[in-house]
């Protein structure tokens, strides 16, 4: 397709803007480490009544390397269920990444089956050798083709032996009537105005990946944001994307500055284990990450919840105006 096409292109679905909390998964506290879904849905109907606008599930954060596909589809089937039923304008995303087209599609099709409304995918990457642009184009073109729903790209080095998505076939992919946006947790607030400057006529939504960049990639016209930090303060995130739509520039710069810390403490000191730790004391459920992630010790918790207490404060000043 050209480029003097993409302006006729119909899609097959749209990702309004906003905020999307990805979720842990949940296990039981025993050495059985099975699903703990009474606590996702605990979860899911927590941040479900905060003001984002929809949730990621079998994310980075929700251990989806650490599941069967039997529990990814019990995992879909169960929150999807309980937004359909409580929060039917939310949207339901799943995380669906295999190595090739054929197993990719699989997976999408089992979550469609089970509700979700989105397939978020990443790049393959095991043959990194081998993997180039026109390889990245060719996966997910022929993902989106075969695909009952429609696909987020999931631009992220860390977890794909550093493949960054080349913004020139992103900006082709976005043609696709079935690819209605991108999560950039590659951090790359340049590259994402790029992205916005080459596809603004076509409707493709463009996502921060983190909480820490969310008010660079608005100003540079994103339109949302995938904030693992979500988990513990979706309504601070909510209150940024709300302030920005409002033009309230300075109190956007002012609510980004006292983020950064809370999300750099949150992830990057223990990452799914320290969130999931900081969890258990803020909301009273967190359990542990799945072997052979280890869990964090009490000192280590209290770093991470020293570190989040600005962010927190925040949160819970939000949470009582509601009230």
């Known amino acids: ?23 842990p998964t949940f296990f039981t506290k025993d050495d059985n480490e099975e699903l703990d879904l009474p606590t996702l849905e605990k979860h899911v109907d927590y941040l479900c009544s905060s003001g984002i606008m929809g949730i990621v599930f079998l994310g980075s954060t929700g251990e989806a390397v650490h599941l069967s596909n039997e529990e990814r589809v019990e995992v879909i089937r169960t929150g999807s269920k309980l937004i359909k039923e409580k929060y039917p304008t939310l949207k339901s995303i799943a995380g669906c990444s295999a190595q090739s087209v054929r197993g990719t599609v699989q997976l999408i099709k089992e979550a469609a089956n089970a509700g979700a409304q989105y397939a978020l995918v ?3 990457s095991y043959y990194l050798a081998w993997t180039d642009a026109n390889i990245i184009k060719t996966f997910y073109t022929s993902v989106a083709d075969q695909a ?12 794909t032996q550093l493949i960054d ?19 950039c947790t590659d951090g790359n607030v340049g590259k994402a105005g790029y992205l916005v400057e080459h596809t603004h006529e076509v409707d493709f939504t463009i996502m921060a990946g983190s909480a820490d960049s969310f008010f660079p990639f608005l100003a540079v016209g994103a339109h949302g944001c995938v904030p693992g930090f979500g988990n513990i303060a979706p309504r601070a995130c909510v209150q940024l994307q709300n302030l920005w739509n409002e033009g309230k ?27 999931k730790s900081a969890l258990e004391k803020v909301r009273g459920y967190g359990g542990k990450a799945r072997n052979p992630m280890r869990s964090v010790t009490s000192d280590e918790q209290k770093r991470v919840l020293d570190g989040i207490k600005v962010g927190l404060d925040i949160e819970t000043t939000l949470e009582n105006d509601k009230k």
Request: zero cysteines; aromatic letters at 8%; proline letters at 7%.
């Open 1 to 23: 397709m050209s480029a003097s096409d993409k302006t006729k292109i119909n899609k097959k679905g749209h990702l309004s803007s906003g905020v999307y909390v990805p979720v």
């Open 122 to 124: 990443l790049t393959p």
């Open 148 to 159: 009952p729903i429609p696909i987020i790209i999931y631009n992220y080095p860390g977890v």
């Open 165 to 183: 998505i080349d913004a020139n076939a992103i900006i082709e992919l976005a043609r696709h009537p079935n690819i209605v946006g991108i999560k």
């Open 249 to 275: 520039i300075k109190e956007v710069q002012e609510l980004q500055q006292k983020l950064i810390g809370s999300d750099h403490a949150l992830f990057r000191f223990y990452g799914v284990s320290g969130l």
